[in-house]
């Protein structure tokens, strides 16, 4: 494991999306983590439905034109906002990600602006899920 501290767990985190490493994305999700989507209203909690949200956001937003812009990093918080392109539909959203002592993930919150790009990422996510599931 990358660590507790939040350079370490971040960049073990831009590893992981760099090299599209869904084994150690699990890896960093705590069992009881907690999941935030721009577009479903309730929080999702667990390791399993995490996981597989965070997967298809990777196989959707995780293309050639994405990139993290920047990253605020504390003791155990990070705001990561990233920048990609869907369809034809810049994107601009931003990862809030909190961890444990143990360096584990235990919130996990995606923020997307502006509306077009949400219902442009709406679709795609539901598609990719629908592949997943």
Known sequence: MAGTTGNGIIGEWHRVVRER???GMRALLDDEVVFHSPV????????AITAKYLEAALGVLNNDSFTYLREI???RDAMLEFSTELDGVQVNGVDIVRWNDEGRIVDFKVMVRPLKAIDAVHRAMGAMLQKLA
């Open 40 to 47: 479903v209203h309730t929080p999702q909690r667990g390791k």
């Open 21 to 23: 490493d869904m084994a």
């Open 73 to 75: 990093v504390g003791g």
